[in-house]
Antibody, heavy 119, light 111 residues
Framework: QVQLAESGGGVVQPGKSLRLSCEAS????????MHWVRQAPGKGLEWVAL????????YYEDSVKGRFTISRDNSKKTLYLQMNSLRPADTAVYYC????????????WGQGTLVTVSS | QSALTQPASVSGAPGQSITISCTGT?????????VSWYQHHPGKAPKIIIF???KRPSGVSNRFSGSKSGNTASLTISGLQAEDEADYYC???????????FGSGTKVTVL
């Protein structure tokens, strides 16, 4: 069965960096585009970034553009999110999400990893 | 693109039916048959329960159904059960040049 396991969250000071990882199993990882979606405490779901199946195309939500980088290693079946210049507003649970295209845009989600940006 | 509008909360007694609305515009909900719905129990992974307006993924209970009229999509939960208490989010495709915006979310409470 499809499994997505995020890791790398934690408490970090404003301005610092953190890298999240998402290990995939149960499907052909290299065939699917992948998203990161986050949920701040008490808030709704917010899309963060998308990477194409082969990593050649990436897209970002405006507030993270220039600070976050989504990448993938298909040989390791792993998705990454490099987060630099972190702000308190980036505090959230970050979910790794598979997409099967515009018809089924967010079809499998991981359990999430909590990132807390605080001094 | 603005977030799709959902009621903040909906409640119902066990066995009843409830409906959650998701209001968009002629650029998203009203233009494409690509509304999806997600169930999220806090602390767990969100789960897709409806795609392409009214299709259920394999394994999702037929108590969940989706529909649409104009710029408003709806999720109906029939035979409400305690396990249905969760947050529900809608999402609509809005064109290839538009990024991904979810609905504002609805908390369902089973009385």
């Amino acid at each position: 069965q499809v499994q997505l396991a995020e890791s790398g969250g934690g408490v970090v000071q404003p301005g610092k960096s953190l890298r999240l990882s998402c290990e995939a199993s149960g499907f052909i990882f290299r065939s699917y585009a992948m998203h990161w979606v986050r949920q701040a405490p008490g808030k709704g779901l917010e899309w963060v970034a998308l990477i194409s199946y082969d990593g050649s195309n990436t897209y970002y939500e405006d507030s993270v553009k220039g600070r976050f980088t989504i990448s993938r290693d298909n040989s390791k079946k792993t998705l990454y999110l490099q987060m630099n210049s972190l702000r308190p507003a980036d505090t959230a649970v970050y979910y790794c999400v598979r997409t099967s295209g515009r018809e089924v845009p967010f079809d499998f989600w991981g359990q999430g990893t909590l990132v807390t940006v605080s001094s | 693109q603005s977030a799709l509008t959902q009621p903040a909360s909906v409640s119902g007694a066990p066995g009843q039916s409830i409906t959650i609305s998701c209001t968009g515009t002629t650029s998203d909900v009203g233009r494409y048959n690509l509304v999806s719905w997600y169930q999220h129990h806090p602390g767990k992974a969100p789960k897709i329960i409806i795609f392409e307006d009214n299709k259920r993924p394999s394994g999702v209970s037929n108590r969940f159904s989706g529909s649409k009229s104009g710029n408003t999509a709806s999720l109906t939960i029939s035979g409400l059960q305690a396990e249905d208490e969760a947050d529900y989010y809608c999402y609509s495709y809005a064109g290839s040049s538009t990024f991904y915006v979810f609905g504002s979310g609805t908390k369902v409470t089973v009385l």
